[in-house]
């Protein structure tokens, strides 16, 4: 009886321990994406390029087609 009280004991223990895991890394896993979504945002580019010396062009991109020939 003493050694099951013992058992569910520090079974408790552990799912605490793992849920308290779980948190941290979901908490950290949040952390980063919204740390990723900042450096993917066009204003956060801007200023790091502005530090570079980088200016944004006022041109558009043109697409570039290349027409492919089939040989025989």
Do not use: C, W
Not at 17 to 43: C, H, I
Not at 44 to 69: A, F
Request: glycine share 2%; net charge positive.
């Amino acid at each position: 009886m003493i050694a099951s009280s013992h058992s569910a004991d520090k079974k408790v223990h552990q799912i605490a321990k793992l849920t308290n895991e779980v948190k941290e890394l979901r908490s950290a896993f949040v952390d980063g994406r919204s740390k990723l979504m900042q450096l993917k945002k066009e204003s956060y580019m801007e200023v790091v390029m502005k530090e570079k010396n980088i200016s944004i062009s006022l041109n558009p991109p043109t697409k570039i087609r290349v027409k492919s020939s089939k040989e025989d």
